[in-house]
């Protein structure tokens, strides 16, 4: 949610802003807005929608300055608007924020009484003005020290003054923040992939911690103001190369990149030598472990709960799985013999990162199932498990899914086979399988000329359904997410057995219906599933795998086999249709695919 930029140099920076806005365009983009330090002026210019259109407003400025900061916005507080985008300023200082400012409203009221005009809704502009009272009586630094004292809520700030050319402020609370070090010049982003383009170099704030980043220095301190030091880490040269290449849009890429992005997980993981998965720096005894929470939202959440028929189906610990944003509020027995399993893809989002904080606070055994490892989630849990599928910009999630599930499969596996639960034997043919799975998914991805056509269908729906039973009801909740987000057309997923008690009053001539029926030990009861809604004037699509058995039944509108694997792999193959299912859905309609409409990839805010 929400992505900052700020750059001093001693050269212009406008442009490299711009640039990387484009890069952070991602977190958020209902507006965008830059401001440049001359010459003891602040200079803005924002603008309501995407970067391209503060770019053409920024060539009619002729913006200078060689210290500044920027900002794409997801809307919090105020709708998105020239007046709502960030930077906010006051006479004396210039703001960008990513979070959420939960004092605000106290906050400016008492700001309004000591005169302190606000000309935007959003909560951002009080740092603004908290920092220009501070100012007046205490240094810099002790402005910062106090000023962050007084915020409630999410942060990631950027700060830069009027009166100083020489430096500017970097805050964060939650929300994550990094500094890029160049060559007589430094940086601060919410990500590495925005500093990529000027620097590889690049350390991390963590919770708490502010900066005051100079030309040719950066400090950092602790909340009350300790010096701390910090690690410079070196950009990997995939996370330095990733981009569209010959695609359109990212989700195309990223869709396709998954045969190669599930083979690198693996071969991360498992050792084929010896035919066995390496989980290392496994902290606890796994025999002793009873139960586990699987913890996420969205997509990942959808990983957590097909991992749950894994785990129950392998090992013999009581699985229980939870959306972050409900695990957080509720009254939670926390139980010693119990492994909590934080998934996200950016392992940044808000709702998940509590969560992982309060287990933490409960003193539970924590583990962090990511993609980004230098994510506040993976920093804080005992035990991170990267997914290993390389930057995922796209806000539809896709690879990093398929990820999520491998990495919760082999720990399934590993946990079964150290619980004695399987068999060496079962234990190796299953590692075995896994080996296969690149490959299929690759097959998969040929289906795609079938769901071209398929999509344009889907794209003009009222609304439609996704069914399954055992795995497949997972990935029925995950196809009809995909839909919703994408092409913005209304989709339920559902437990195929659940269609009576209910949902089939929805049901009505020509509505399209995906039916995910693996020729799995559910199977029959799907197809009997299926014919009820193709009797009722369902147009169904039918997602199985190939087997040497006809399909049974009739009057299937349309048919995607995916390849023939063991059942517990089924949901990766059956995933890929639907992932391409939204996609050209999206495409038909004409919809920004990779930023669909009020959404962000990364939700750092509740
Ligand atoms: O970064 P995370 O995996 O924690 O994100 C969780 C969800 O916000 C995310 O999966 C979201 O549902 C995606 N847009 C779905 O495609």
Known sequence: ???????????????????????????????????????????????????????KDISKFNLKGDIGIGHVRWATHGKPSKINAHPHSSEQVSVVHNGIIENSTILKKLLEKKGYVFKSQTDTEVIAHLVTDYLKKNSLKDTIIKVLKKLHGSFALGI???????????????????????PNENYLGSDSYALKSMTNKISYLDDGEFCIIKRDQIEFFQSNGIKVNKKVMNLSKEELNYDKGDYKYFMEKEIDEQPSTIKDCINEYVDKYNNQINIYNFPWNISSLKAIVLIGCGTAYHSCLVAKYWLEQNTNLDVSIDIASEFRYRKVRFKKDSLYVFVSQSGETADTYAALELCKKNKMKTCAVVNVVESSIARDADLVLPIYCGQEIGVASTKAFLGQMLVLYMLSLKISYDQKEITKKTYHSKIKNLLLLSNSAKKTLKLDHKLLKIGKVFAQAKGCMFLGRGYSFPIALEGALKLKELAYVHAEGYPAGEMKHGPLALIEEGMPVVVIAPRDEHYLK?????????????????????????????????????DKLNDELIPFLTTIPLQKLAFYSALEKGYDIDKPRNLAKSVTVE
């Open 1 to 55: 949610m929400c992505g900052i930029i700020g750059i001093i140099s001693s050269k212009e920076v406008s442009s490299r802003i711009v640039n990387s806005l484009k890069k952070l365009e991602y977190r958020g983009y209902d507006s965008a807005g830059i401001a440049t330090l001359v010459e003891g002026n602040i200079n803005e210019v924002k603008c309501e929608g995407r970067v391209d259109a503060l770019e």
């Open 160 to 182: 830069i003054f009027k009166d100083k050319n020489d430096l500017m402020i970097g805050a964060r609370r939650g929300s994550p923040l990094a500094v890029g070090y160049g």
């Open 526 to 562: 799907t197809m009997s599933n299926m014919q009820e809604v193709i009797a009722r004037g369902a147009k169904v699509l039918l997602i199985t795998n190939k087997n040497k058995d006809e399909i049974i039944s009739e009057n299937i509108w349309e048919q995607i086999e995916v």
